[in-house]
């Protein structure tokens, strides 16, 4: 299976700040015959299911607001917000979906200083 | 509009069965392959498992922590996802959502992500 890491466990960042989350994967997940990598980040807020932010490791899903952005290839990837706003206060998880099973980061937890 | 309404969620006992269902509309559910995570409480999200779409015959995997005792399934004339769940555990103890994996067509640019997810359903496993 494919572990993934996230670094830090939890983050306080003061408002209009950037934040900025680690994930490490256990194997590689850029596939070589497309060159994309199967790395996709969400959002999960208090009682509610988690939102895809990012996918293919830094594209924007639609609607999402342009301070989310994503880097990074192969094992190391970094999701970053830019200015911290309040309603960014959440969970975020790194996902693989390079392939099965399917696993996520243990989850960045992301509070306002 | 794409929607995931889970249900079937309860109190059972060790030992136990259950089955959830997750209701879709707003998608051609046929098309999609579907996904179970789960959440224990206070804990992060878990991959339980999968059914494919009607072109890839519908064939399912699962976790390992769920294998041999949770059985996904499908049925597209109700636009319904199953997991029919045995031998429950108090480790099974989490909120149940179902999930769209993005799968070709429109969805082709993201393909394998888990685009819409539905509000989750609690299974509470205890004596």
């Known amino acids: 299976d494919i572990v993934m890491t996230q670094s830090p466990d939890s983050l306080a960042v003061s408002l209009g700040e950037r934040a900025t989350i680690n994930c490490k994967s256990s194997?590689?997940?850029?596939?070589?015959?497309?060159?994309?990598?199967?790395l996709a980040w969400y959002q999960q807020k208090p009682g509610q299911p988690p939102k895809l932010l990012i996918y293919?490791?830094?594209i924007r899903e639609s609607g999402v607001p342009d301070r989310f952005s994503g880097s990074g290839s192969g094992t190391d990837f970094t999701l970053t917000i830019s200015s911290l706003q309040a309603e960014d206060v959440a969970v975020y998880y790194c996902?693989?979906?390079?392939?099965?099973?399917?696993?996520f980061g243990q989850g960045t937890r992301l509070e306002i200083k | 509009e794409v929607q995931l309404v889970e249900s079937g969620g309860d109190l059972v006992q060790p030992g136990g069965s259950l089955r959830l269902s997750c209701a879709a509309s707003?998608?051609?559910?046929?098309?999609?392959?579907m996904d179970w995570v789960r959440q224990a409480p206070g804990k992060g999200l878990e991959w339980v498992g999968r059914?494919?779409?009607?072109?890839?015959?519908?064939?399912?995997e699962y976790a390992a922590s769920v294998k041999g005792r949770f059985t996904i399934s499908r049925d597209a004339s109700k636009n319904s996802l199953y997991v029919q769940m045995k031998s429950l555990k108090t480790e099974d103890t989490a909120v149940y959502y179902c999930?769209?994996?993005?799968?070709?067509?429109?969805?082709?640019?993201?393909?394998?992500?888990?685009?819409?997810w539905g509000q989750g359903t609690l299974v509470t496993v205890s004596s």
């Open positions: 194997q590689s997940v850029l596939y070589s015959s497309n060159n994309k990598n199967y």
């Open positions: 999930a769209r994996v993005c799968s070709g067509g429109s969805c082709y640019s993201k393909e394998g992500t888990f685009d819409y």
């Open positions: 059914i494919r779409d009607k072109t890839n015959s519908y064939t399912t």
């Open positions: 707003g998608f051609t559910f046929s098309d999609h392959y």
């Open positions: 293919w490791a830094s």
């Open positions: 996902q693989q979906y390079y392939r099965t099973p399917i696993t």
